[in-house]
C-alpha cells in the first residue's frame, strides 16, 4: 500500500497539505470537517512550507530556521494524521476521493468464508471410555485447519446405524486443536457402537457441510467415581 502524502518527503507533506486544501476547502463538510478546522490546518501548512523554503535556501538557511522547520513540520504531520481519520471515516467518501487527497484507501476486511469442503474425522485410540479424534483438512494433505475455519464441532450419536436426521447427534464440543478428547459417560454401554461426524466453524459462526460419519466401539466398563 502507497504511503500518504504525510508519510513522504518534506516536500511531498507541503504540496500534499496544499492539495488537500485545494479539494477539501469549498466543501469541508463533505470530507467530515469544518471551516475553521481547515483554516487551522491551511495555518499550519503555510507556516510549514515558508519555513521549508527558508530552510532550504542557502542565503537564508540557519540552525534557528532549521530547528522552526522541523517543529513545523510536526505540527502538520499530527494535523494530517487527524485530518486523513476524520476525514477516512466518513463513510460517503470514496476510496477514488481518498486517493486524490493521496491518502490511503479505506481497507474494508473480507471476511473468511466457511471452508466448502467438509473435515475428515478419524479415531487415533481408545482407551475405555475415552476417544482421542482427529480432525482434519480433507481437500489437503495438511494437518492444519483450513482457511477460513476457527475450529470443528463434532458430533456423537451411539447406536448400530448412523442416523438420517442431522439432529439425532449429540453436540461433542467445538474442538481448535487437530486432535480432541473425547469422554462418553458410564450411561453408554461397554461395546455399544459409536458414531462420529464433524463441522467446519467459520469466525463468523457458519457451519460446513457435514463430514461423513465414522464408527467405532466403546471399551470397558464405567469410568470410577473421584474419591
Known sequence: MPKP??????ADLAAGAQNLIAIVTPAPATYGLTAPEIAAYTTLSTNFSDLLETANTPSTRTSVVVEQKNEAKRLLIAASVNVARTITAVQTVSNAQLLSLQLNERVVPTPRPVPATPPVIEVVSVAGRKAMVRVHDGSSESRRKPFGAIGANIYSFVGDEAPTDPRAYHYEGMATRATTEIVFPNTVA??????????????????????????FTIQGGAIPAAA
Open 5 to 10: 502524502f504525510y508519510r513522504k518527503t518534506e
Open 190 to 215: 461397554s461395546g455399544a457402537t459409536i458414531w462420529l461426524s464433524a463441522q467446519w466453524v467459520s469466525a463468523r459462526g457458519q457451519l460446513s457441510v457435514g463430514s461423513t460419519p465414522i464408527s
